[in-house]
Every structure is written in structure tokens, then in C-alpha cells.
């Protein structure tokens, strides 16, 4: 009688950290609601994705949950005695205020996926031009109006 033959798993590749995962197809946990602990911005906005990378990245949700349009996040990072740099870091929240390299009137912000030297970042965001409840990368340069946020 011959052995049965032995599956042999096939080798998986390794997950790149800088890469950005798509999003879940809806609120991930928090469900987009005020007052519960997670991501809760609302689902497919800038907000909400720079939220949940930065969780996917570190651990750790933004801690403010009013007052939290894209643009007043450099303030709301300076009350919750996170780091505010004009330098760019990798896994940094990037800041943009409005109508800086195209933001609109309450701002963006995304997630810096690499930093590509001479102040430009490679970001993953949502709600970016054309394509809102996508996650698509964006080449943004430091400078005026542009601040990277992280926790301490």
C-alpha cells in the first residue's frame, strides 16, 4: 500500500508595511459613532482613513473626537501633546490646510506610506480628487501650510 500524499502549503509572501491595505467595505470598529471608542470618523473621508492607517500602523487611534476637521489637527495634536514637525516622517499623519497643494475648505490629511526625500511624501488617503471611497497614494510636499503629526 503507498502513502497518501501530503498537502504542502504554499508559502505565503510577507506583508509590506508600507503598503495600505484597502479599507473594510464599511465603519471599521467604533462604527463611525461619537462617543465609542475606535475610529470614529465617518467612513470614507480623509479623516477616517488617516484614523484607521495610523491605528493599522501604531496601535493607536487619534485621541480627539470633536473639533476634528482635517485642518484644526495640527491644533488638536499640539492639545493631545502629540509631536507637530515640519520634517517628514515616516507613518506621520501629513496635515495639509485648506487649499494647500489642493485641499479643500476644511483641509486633508493622510498617512506618509514613504518619504521620498527633497520634502515630498508618498501618502495613502481617501476622499482625494475624484476617487472618495478609495484609498489611493499621493505624492505632497512639505512647506508652507503642511505639518506632520504623531503620538509620543
Known amino acids: 500500500m503507498s502513502p497518501l500524499p501530503v498537502a ?7 506583508v509590506s508595511q508600507t503598503a495600505a491595505p484597502e479599507p473594510s467595505p464599511g465603519p471599521a470598529e467604533g462604527g463611525g459613532q461619537a462617543g465609542v471608542s475606535g475610529n470614529v470618523f465617518p467612513y470614507g473621508q480623509c479623516t477616517w482613513w488617516a484614523n484607521q492607517r495610523y491605528f493599522q500602523l501604531h496601535g493607536t487611534y487619534v485621541p480627539w473626537r470633536t473639533q476634528a476637521d482635517a485642518w484644526q489637527w495640527v491644533a488638536r495634536a499640539y492639545e493631545f501633546h ?3 514637525s515640519r520634517d517628514p516622517v515616516p507613518g506621520a499623519i501629513i496635515v495639509l490646510q485648506p487649499g494647500v497643494e489642493g485641499a479643500y475648505a476644511l483641509g486633508h490629511v493622510a498617512v506618509v506610506e514613504k518619504v521620498l526625500g527633497q520634502g515630498r511624501v508618498l501618502a495613502s488617503t481617501m476622499n482625494w480628487g475624484a476617487t472618495p471611497w478609495k484609498v489611493q497614494y499621493v505624492v505632497y510636499s512639505a512647506g508652507p501650510g503642511v505639518a506632520f503629526i504623531y503620538s509620543s
Open 8 to 14: 504542502t502549503p504554499t508559502p505565503t509572501p510577507p
Open 82 to 84: 502629540w509631536h507637530v
